[in-house]
């Protein structure tokens, strides 16, 4: 028998019985097993820790899972103490054994950010360095978890490097760590921030190391390294020169860095200053830090930030404002915003004190009772007999589920791996298909098939719309690629230099528009995603060409010169779809090549991989925008969290302390005026608990699917800018069906396997005779490794999705258990012991599963979505143009909208003037100077004067961008091998030293009748040096051989070395001479360049390695 769950109600209020039955959720009130839970001896159980008790219970000991607040995170208000600290803590909940590498981050154990157990691993380690920054690198705080199964995929266990910051690469640095620790104590209220120049440079860092990081850093960001983001361009164009906007760019990534190395500790603006090389550049420093933080590129997700709200002056006290902003919505961009907004009145409070306001209070109306919304993490019936390791439920994702990697700038990557320290399990490509008879296609014939799939989607996105362009402004890529900096003398600020006519200086072309060509596209079978090919489609490389090169034979009847005609159908119609688009390039392949119905199953599971990843048929999807967002993908493996994604959604509530959520507020009408309103009246939300809210802002971010359906009413109506954008937008379906099992029956180590199915007509050729079914059971995923218990998840997708709200759940789970007999016959496949099958188009709060590019979408639409209008700001997943239908989507979503609102409060960010203090030439006393050589930069270029003529200025910048090319290209000239410093003698010495002077102390005690006696070091080097020449050769033997291979060994190296220098020596000169050529100079003296030399290229310049 198997129990099913289905969504047939959706009047009811539990949230579980918009997408399943409610027999299903009566269910989950049977209590799990009450052990009580086991510290390991010798671990502190964490301070506060049990104040976080799941549903009702206060006590770690005594929490069960499953109890009747399972799908609910209330006890019974919005007042009371909601779930399952445990459940984000690392996914370990009360029962859970803490390992000293796990960091249970709750509000009372995490101070300054750091765990309790961090803060001991940090203080035992703390070496002392006040002016350095965490770094949890250290080889001492890597205890093995290795034999831990579950902790395989932990980040603690990504090993020395990886563990210690949430982008791996950057902990990668050669060097030595241990100096970079970041332990921000919380500062004190009122207190001026001290700015110390280069204090946050690593000292034992080479500059093109720094640079590297620092590079990475921008790049895990989502910046790009070189270039302003467009609002950083808006902002400070007519501020700055463009030396200074590398200058910036160098600070800026700086400060990303040191948030990627802990994002567990917020950075500090006098941390931000110190990336700063001169003191001069505070301005910049401050500008990068304050943009970075509104912006959440820093301090973001849970992490505890500094509150600088202050008094407000008696003058202004009585009286003093205090607004209200309401977020619609706790799913990942409600709380993303709320979380933020919360941060950052924390961090810029005392901007408003100061004029007499208190920061803003920020409340979340969410009408389900639990946070999450699409990341929905149900529990099973059963929760005994689970493979997760202890502390964690059984639960299989009802909505989000897989993680698109967490390389190149997921914000997940931070909240998951850097701050809530959550397990996750990799997924392979492993995929096999079965046939729709059960049997396994042949691995070379669905290679071949995808690869012409591809290539039809390849010739289908020549109708793609081409991107917006975004002016802006490109830094130096040479000097920054090596951490350097260009001398900074001033001159005309970008903005004076686009509007003159002057010919931009040396490496400074590109103040220019970026406008990336769009990639060409393929489609990963693991999320059906679009993601970018380098190469492309070549429109003079026929299909026929194309098809052969691939493997496929051509037909008899085809000729080489045969290609696709795409345009026929693709102009056909205003508003053409990828599907037909597609479909058709497919029946012109089939004069080309010989396909069978078989082929035309493979192609079709394409599709319905596609139509997952879109949430709709492959025929409602824009031809020239379904993937508008394609070049923003992430890198790295697609994973799944271990004992639910929910864990991320209830740790961005809860961490570091609670927000203010209310549960159980569905909010139906929404009354706003956007005339510039008193406090409090702009926007009045009446919910249908009859409760009745004013704010002065307010955030929806309810799904699109809900703003389309008009179950919130706006008075007035949203202007027809907004809801027509609503209306073009698509917002899409999918389904899954859970099958929980007592026993595995495929491979438990396989992540999914995918499942054709026949066209409504049997073996036809024509695609559109598969469109009603390709979708059904498409993919399974096998879940047990991440629910801890046999699960299989089951894909309907595209036209199947809407087939499984219209299908009873006995007849799904019959179906799907007759194909799954079919695909692993002989053996039976008994029917689920628990089966939940969701309805995401019942559901009243999500009407949908996620937005898709529809065939009357426009480009920029997602933008126009994410338009405010008055005191109504919009977020969630549909205004995410760059990253739509995801989890970091919609938690990016929020951070944006959190900027914008707190800009209409907090006002602009402010330009400092000046933002560059004028250099002032100080003679530095003999001593100072000596002291500072140590510490400072040694710029790539002598440091210039004030008043040093423009041309000599423009010399300089031109000679550093000829040395950055040539170390971009070859790296530094190589180091000529140090003096061996090997005599036989002084080899002796090293051994013998401590034995003659325990001699000669001996000697002198015995003397003087002194035991405290010693001998001079005169002394003893002249008792060694006695014993040296009154040694045996024999025991002088080996100390000459040695002498003797040291030589050697250095004679070989000097020749090395020469010969490399040689090589270095004549690709510099190369470079130098192709730079000139490509860039020639201003005033035409190409031979004097060519024939200079600076210190570097002479060997001389070596820059000092700061100690
Ligand atoms: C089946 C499925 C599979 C998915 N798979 C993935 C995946 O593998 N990876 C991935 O990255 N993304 C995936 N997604 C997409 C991802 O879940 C969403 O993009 C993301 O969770 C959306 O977050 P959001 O905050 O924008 O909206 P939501 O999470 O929907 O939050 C909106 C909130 O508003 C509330 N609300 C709605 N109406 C009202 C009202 N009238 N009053 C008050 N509150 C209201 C809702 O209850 C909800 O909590 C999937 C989604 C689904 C449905």
């Excluded at 199964?149 to 982008?167: H, N, V």
């Excluded at 309401?326 to 950052?344: D, F, K, Q, T, Y």
């Excluded at 900096?485 to 490496?507: F, I, R």
């Excluded at 508003?575 to 119905?597: A, F, I, N």
Aim: proline fraction near 6%; charged fraction near 25%; hydrophobic fraction near 35%.
């Amino acid at each position: 028998m198997f129990s099913i769950a289905s969504a047939d109600d959706p009047t009811a209020l539990d949230d579980g019985s918009f997408l399943f039955d409610q027999t299903h959720d009566d269910l989950l009130s049977m209590p799990m097993s009450t052990d009580s839970i086991h510290l390991k001896g010798g671990i502190a159980p964490i301070p506060g820790f049990s104040n976080l008790g799941y549903g009702r219970e206060s006590s770690a000991s005594s929490v069960h899972y499953g109890d009747l607040q399972d799908t609910s995170e209330l006890s019974t208000s919005h007042e009371r103490e909601a779930s399952t600290p445990g459940a984000f803590v690392n996914g370990y909940g009360a029962h859970y054994t803490p390992s000293p590498l796990q960091h249970p981050f709750t509000p009372n154990s995490a101070v300054n950010g750091m765990t309790n157990i961090q803060k001991k691993l940090i203080s035992r380690l703390d070496d002392g360095d006040a002016n350095t920054t965490l770094n949890r690198t250290d080889a001492k705080t890597q205890l093995s978890l290795n034999d831990h199964p579950s902790m395989a995929r932990t980040p603690q266990s990504l090993g020395r490097e990886s563990q210690t910051s949430s982008t791996p690469e950057l902990s990668q640095a050669q060097g030595q760590p241990k100096k970079h620790r970041r332990t921000n104590s919380l500062p004190v209220k009122g207190k001026v921030v001290e700015m110390k120049a280069n204090s946050s440079i690593p000292a034992e860092l080479s500059w093109s190391e720094f640079g590297r990081q620092c590079i990475l850093a921008a790049e895990n960001s989502r910046l790009n390294p070189f270039t302003l983001h467009p609002a950083e361009y808006k902002l400070l164009r007519e501020h700055v020169t463009h030396a200074q906007v590398t200058i910036y760019l160098n600070i800026r990534n700086a400060i990303l860095r040191l948030w990627h190395r802990n994002p567990l500790v917020y950075v500090s603006l006098s941390e931000a200053a110190g990336c700063a090389r001169d003191k001069r550049y505070f301005g910049l420093a401050k500008v990068a830090y304050q943009w970075l933080l509104r912006h959440g590129y820093i301090n973001f997700g849970c992490v505890e930030v500094p509150n600088t709200v202050g008094t407000i002056p008696k003058s202004k006290a009585k009286g003093a404002l205090r607004r209200t902003i309401i977020v619609v919505g706790a799913g990942m961009s409600g709380l993303g915003c709320a979380r933020h907004l919360e941060g950052l009145f924390a961090q810029l409070g005392d901007q408003l004190t100061d004029t007499g306001e208190h920061p803003p209070q920020i409340i979340v109306l969410e009408a389900r009772p639990r946070v999450g919304g699409r990341v929905y993490s149900h529990p099973f019936l059963q929760q005994a007999d689970s493979t997760l390791p202890p502390g964690h439920r059984c639960t299989a994702e009802m909505g989000a589920q897989i993680v698109t990697g967490f390389e190149h700038g997921n914000p997940m990557n931070t909240i998951i791996r850097g701050q809530l320290g959550i397990p996750y399990h990799g997924l392979r490509d492993n995929t096999i298909l079965y046939d729709y008879d059960g049997t396994v296609v042949d691995r070379s014939q669905d290679i071949l098939v995808e690869k012409l799939y591809n290539d039809v989607l390849e010739r289908a996105a020549v109708y793609r719309n081409k991107p917006a362009a975004h002016r802006t402004v490109e830094g130096d890529r040479n000097l920054m690629a090596f951490g350097r900096e260009p001398t900074d003398t001033g001159g005309s600020t970008v903005a004076e230099l686009e509007m003159s006519d002057t010919p931009l200086a040396a490496n400074a072309e590109s103040t220019a528009s970026t406008k990336q060509e769009k990639p060409t596209t393929g489609v990963e079978k693991l999320a059906g995603r679009a993601y970018q090919l380098s190469a492309g489609f070549n429109p003079d490389i026929t299909a026929a060409e194309t098809v052969q090169s691939m493997g496929w034979k051509l037909k008899p009847s085809a000729s080489n010169a045969q290609s696709l005609d795409l345009d026929m159908i693709a102009k056909a119609s205003e508003y053409p779809t990828l599907g037909q688009t597609m479909d058709e390039g497919l029946r012109q392949y089939q004069l080309l090549v010989d396909l069978k119905p078989r082929d035309m199953r493979l192609l079709s599971w394409h599709h319905a991989n596609l139509e997952y990843a879109n949430a709709v048929s492959v025929n409602q999807l824009s031809l020239s925008g379904w993937d508008q967002d394609i070049g923003n993908e992430f890198e790295g493996e697609h994973t799944e969290v271990i004992g639910g994604y929910q864990q991320v959604p209830r740790g961005l509530w809860q961490c570091p302390n609670k927000l203010d959520v209310r549960f159980n507020h569905v909010i139906k009408t929404v009354r706003y005026n956007t005339d510039e309103q008193e406090v409090g009246k702009a926007v009045r939300l009446e919910c249908t608990n009859g409760e009745v809210y004013v704010a002065d802002k307010v955030i929806l971010t309810t799904p699109l699917g809900v703003l389309k359906s008009g179950s919130v009413t706006f008075e007035p109506p949203l202007p027809d800018w907004k809801q027509d954008v609503i209306e073009r937008m698509g917002f899409g379906l999918l389904n899954k069906i859970v099958l929980v099992y007592e026993k595995a029956f495929w491979e438990p180590d396989r992540d999914m396997f995918g499942l054709l199915n026949e066209a409504e007509l049997e073996a036809s050729m024509r695609p559109e005779d598969y469109s009603a079914k390709r979708g059904r059971f498409y993919l399974f995923w096998n879940c047990i490794k991440t629910s801890g218990r046999p699960v299989l998840v089951a894909l309907m997708a595209g036209e199947a999705a809407h087939y499984a709200e219209a299908t009873s759940d006995n007849q799904l789970v019959r179906e799907v258990t007759d194909r799954l007999d079919a695909m692993f016959a002989p053996n039976h496949v008994p029917l689920p012991s628990e089966a939940i099958v969701t309805r995401w188009k019942k559901d009243p709060f999500a009407r949908g599963s996620y937005s898709y590019v529809g065939p009357k979408t426009q480009a920029g639409d997602y933008d126009v979505m994410a338009r405010p209008h008055g005191p109504l700001h919009f977020a969630g997943e549909a205004t995410c143009g760059t990253h739509p239908a995801t989890v970091h989507g919609a938690y990016l979503a929020g951070l944006r909208v959190a900027a914008e609102v707190a800009e209409t409060i907090i006002g602009p960010i402010k330009i400092p003037s000046p933002l560059i203090e004028k250099r002032v030439k100080i003679e530095p006393s003999s001593a100072t100077a000596s002291v500072d050589a140590k510490r400072r930069f040694d710029p790539a270029v002598p440091a210039s004067r004030d008043n040093k003529p423009g041309r000599i200025q423009r010399n300089e910048d031109y000679e550093a961008a000829i040395i950055g090319a040539i170390l971009e290209q070859i790296g530094e000239r190589p180091i000529k091998p140090g003096r061996t410093g090997v005599n036989p003698f002084l080899l002796y010495t090293k051994d013998f030293w401590y034995i003659c002077k325990q001699a000669c102390d001996d000697a002198q005690k015995a003397k003087t009748g002194n035991p405290e006696a010693k001998a001079s070091k005169q002394e003893i080097r002249n008792a060694v040096g006695l014993q040296w020449r009154t040694a045996e050769q024999a025991v002088k033997q080996p100390y000459m051989d040695q002498a003797s291979n040291a030589r050697d060994n250095a004679t070989a190296n000097t020749a090395e070395f020469q010969e490399r220098v040689a090589i270095w020596d004549k690709e510099a000169v190369r470079i130098r001479r192709e730079y000139i050529q490509a860039h020639p100079p201003e005033g035409g003296n190409e031979e004097l360049i060519l024939n200079s030399r600076t210190a570097i290229e002479l060997g001389a310049g070596k820059r000092l390695r700061r100690l």
